[in-house]
């Protein structure tokens, strides 16, 4: 598939500042990071966040109804920005497609932003981590390439996008470099992620801000012989890590270069808890969480599941240093009782050695 994003970027180069470009039919083009998204003015993290709760097992009458309160803030979010769905399949086998975005819930997203008006075409985006690092498979596995045809929308492969050095940390905070995608730092960029709500095998659960942090460094694939480089597996820290530690202080550090959702919606119809986030086993859970507050609906998640904040340091972080509210006091749940639809999941089988940095940090 011609990819209009990638040829339209390309010839401007990696590093310098993009002005907007016809995409396809409709849409933008971007790619620059002089001015990455951390860079733009945002508003004041507000004293009380709203979330939207609903319960059932609808997704798509679900995920397009929980959106309904937020229309004017994201209509005006979205301004004249590109609408980019990050979709959560970063493994691209049929087998992982309990563990993937549902289509249904792309399609409620779809409905919505339809509903808004906003015209111009929409990207679903993934750079996956598997399978030579073709996006398109798990597209095609888990049933998103009819989107294209039911709506004003391209699917696109985010590791055939252009990017740029940034650092990080390896274990012991020795800085090492990885490549981000452009995309999720373009400050001309409109990000929603479309998550799915699952126990996980670093940080004890993932929700909307780690979908959009993981797929935003490359994975290449060397065309010429058999070796994959998967930039992702950096963001776990490499030898000498000490549980999830290394991958917590990345997912903080890509949140402060940008990569951060302007809209989190988390499908959690069905979930998965255990081995998680690819080996774990399916709960139906029966709800929906989102908000323009990626920290709030997060943070909602975790009480969810039935996880001791104390675990969630990333998300933690996140909260104390602006990008928005931890604090339940400061979170106004609007829906059902979320109390009374906690479900205490099982955690990933090594999750002692996951949280042994934490318990290390307790005894100090």
């Not at 597209?139 to 055939?160: I, Q, S």
Request: net charge neutral; with cysteine; proline share 4%.
């Amino acid at each position: 598939m011609k990819n209009d994003y990638h040829d339209s970027v390309t010839a401007t180069g990696r590093r310098g500042f993009l002005k907007r470009a016809a995409l396809g039919a409709a849409g933008a083009a971007f790619g620059g990071t002089a001015f990455a998204r951390e860079s733009m003015a945002k508003p004041a993290v507000p004293e009380k966040s709203d979330v939207s709760f609903l319960t059932g097992k609808d997704r798509r009458e679900m995920v397009y109804k929980s959106l309904k309160p937020f229309a004017a803030e994201i209509e005006r979010g979205i301004g004249s920005k590109q609408v980019i769905i990050k979709a959560n399949a970063g493994l691209a086998e049929p087998r992982f497609a309990s563990c993937s975005s549902h289509a249904d819930e792309l399609r409620g997203i779809l409905d919505f932003l339809k509903e808004t008006g906003y015209d111009r075409q929409v990207i679903i985006t993934e750079g996956t981590a598997s399978t030579k690092c073709n996006a398109f498979i798990g597209f095609e596995n888990y049933g998103y390439m009819p989107l294209e045809k039911e709506y004003n929308v391209r699917l696109t492969d985010a590791n055939d996008q252009p990017y740029s050095p940034r650092f990080i940390y390896a274990a012991e905070h020795r800085p090492q470099p990885i490549n981000i995608i452009n995309l999720f730092m373009d400050p001309e960029v409109y990000l929603i992620s479309a998550a799915r709500l699952k126990s996980h095998n670093a940080v004890v659960a993932t929700c909307s801000l780690k979908n959009v942090a993981m797929g935003s460094p490359m994975c290449h694939w060397r065309k010429s012989g058999a070796a994959q480089e998967n930039e992702k597996s950096k963001m776990h820290g490499g030898r000498g890590s000490v549980g999830g530690r290394e991958l917590s202080y990345n997912l903080f550090l890509v949140a402060q270069m940008g990569v951060q959702p302007d809209l989190a919606i988390i499908d959690g119809v069905e979930t998965i808890e255990g081995n998680g986030p690819w080996e774990g086993t399916v709960v139906e859970h029966g709800v929906v969480v989102t908000s323009t507050d990626f920290v709030a609906a997060d943070r909602i998640c975790t009480e969810l599941m039935g996880i001791d904040p104390k675990w969630m340091k990333y998300l933690e972080w996140c909260g104390q240093a602006g990008m928005g509210n931890f604090d339940l006091a400061r979170i106004k749940v609007n829906g059902p009782d979320y109390k009374k639809h906690v479900i205490k999941y099982k955690m990933n089988e090594n999750f002692d050695w996951q949280v042994s940095w934490l318990r290390e940090t307790e005894k100090k």
